[in-house]
């Protein structure tokens, strides 16, 4: 009974899911490259609710709040917090690759590096320019920013009917009532969702070791070590003082959202737990008014996994290819930085996508150079993916508690407890708190 108890909870399923997909690539390679589809499955089956749940979560949330006033400086806390740790992430990056100097000795001529590698890239590069990336937040059409799945352009639709509804008073009780209602209904679809979620896991870690394998990281192996370190010490470093003071243990809400954070390990990808975030946060004590505005909003320009990645990659393929680089150039470089971040999406690649879109801007490096990393991008994408997500978490429990609006007490409680045997969990993941 024991046994059945402790196999009923989701993270011990996702955790048997991954080392069956470790073990499965490592003894059929070929099979575990075959199960691709599976890993893949799972994300593009929770990726389509992204948009519908972002859309009726802010609503919802703009709603609630008594005073709308307070969505304004919520965004721009939001979004002074989200550069902030972005440069400190950025700054951390740069420390840990001056420290290791993974790249040095290995004296690549970039003229001998295959330019097909990065080009197949430039396609889905997001625009440098300021004015283009603006125009992009706007949507097209209104039913054609959910078809697109693209957060920003939701996230602008959800505020404006947002304010809507608070506007209209009585009159849209009826509309919003639908929204609140759909809203439940998605989160128990979700629950649905993530009963898959162990297959998923065991499917994406089956194809990257059965893929990529051990030998595919050789003398890069630095660079991954590199990687790790920078990701760890921003999450103990940066989060850990921002959490002190706010005044919660990082450790215990990190350990509070240890299911979230094995399904991001196995898929590589943030998006999955999104709609869990959300509920789990509300859980927490967090506004349902806050965590609808600052969680889709910091899975657009907190990422700072990718920022670390950011760093580390390009310094990394200057000291490959011998290129020295001048503090201003640097400088100039992490400037960069902190819009092409900004372009990347919570899926698997986007990262690689973005070191591309850094590397064009900066004619110092050559666009060539992703070639060397191409091979391990993967074994870091994991990282990327988990420290945003630590990062969207503790940022949304800053900005409540600024905001006066976190039950402090009940964030004492859930913490201490820890997280809520599996049927409980089950429960209230297709029941969010949406009403107060």
């Not at 420290?387 to 429990?397: F, K, P």
């Not at 859930?414 to 107060?436: N, T």
Request: proline share 4%; with cysteine; hydrophobic share 55%.
């Amino acid at each position: 009974m024991k046994i059945k108890s402790i196999l009923g909870h989701l993270y011990v399923q996702v955790l048997i899911g991954v080392a069956l997909g470790i073990l499965v690539g490592a003894l059929w390679p070929d099979l575990g490259s075959s199960l691709k589809p599976l890993g893949d499955g799972f994300v593009k089956l929770v990726k389509f609710m992204i948009a519908p749940i972002v859309f009726c979560t802010i609503v919802s949330g703009i709603t609630s709040l008594t005073d709308t006033k307070k969505v304004g400086p919520t965004l721009i806390r939001s979004l002074g917090l989200f550069y902030v740790l972005t440069l400190v992430a950025l700054a951390i990056g740069l420390g840990a690759v001056m420290l290791f100097q993974p790249g040095v000795g290995m004296h690549i001529n970039p003229a001998h590096l295959d330019t097909s590698v990065a080009s197949k890239y430039t396609t889905q590069l997001p625009s440098s320019n300021p004015a283009d990336f603006l125009l992009s937040i706007i949507p097209t059409t209104f039913i054609g920013a959910f078809a697109d799945g693209e957060v920003l352009p939701v996230l602008v639709i959800a505020l404006l009917c947002g304010f809507a509804f608070s506007k209209l008073g009585a009159p849209g009780q009826l509309a919003l009532n639908v929204v609140n209602s759909f809203n439940k209904l998605l989160f128990v679809v979700f629950g649905y969702l993530m009963k898959v979620a162990p297959i998923g896991a065991f499917g994406a870690m089956a194809f990257t070791v059965g893929k990529y394998g051990a030998h595919s990281i050789g003398n890069l192996g630095m660079l991954i070590l590199a990687f790790y370190a920078a990701c760890i010490i921003f999450v103990v470093l940066a989060l850990g003082i921002l959490a002190k003071l706010t005044g919660f243990s990082l450790w215990r809400i990190l350990r509070y959202f240890r299911d979230e954070f094995l399904i991001v390990l196995a898929t590589s990808s943030s998006e999955p737990v999104l709609p869990c975030l959300l509920s789990k946060l509300e859980r927490l004590g967090c506004d349902r008014g806050v965590v609808g505005l600052v969680v889709p909003t910091g899975y657009s320009f907190n990422l700072t996994g990718t920022a670390v990645y950011l760093t580390l990659s390009s310094m990394f393929i200057a000291q490959a290819c011998d290129i020295h680089l001048s503090w201003d150039q640097i400088l100039l470089m992490l400037g960069m930085m902190l819009l092409t971040s900004k372009g990347a999406a919570g899926v698997t690649g986007s990262g690689f996508v973005a070191l591309v879109a850094t590397l064009t801007i900066m004619p110092t490096l050559p666009v060539a150079g992703v070639a060397l990393i191409v091979g391990i991008d993967r074994f870091m994408s994991e990282a990327r993916a988990l420290t945003s997500t630590m990062a969207n978490i503790v940022s949304c429990v800053a900005i409540a508690k600024w905001q006066h609006a976190l039950d402090t007490d009940k964030l004492q409680t859930e913490l201490k407890a820890g997280f809520v045997p599996a049927e409980a969990e089950k429960h209230q993941l297709s029941e969010p708190a949406l009403a107060h």
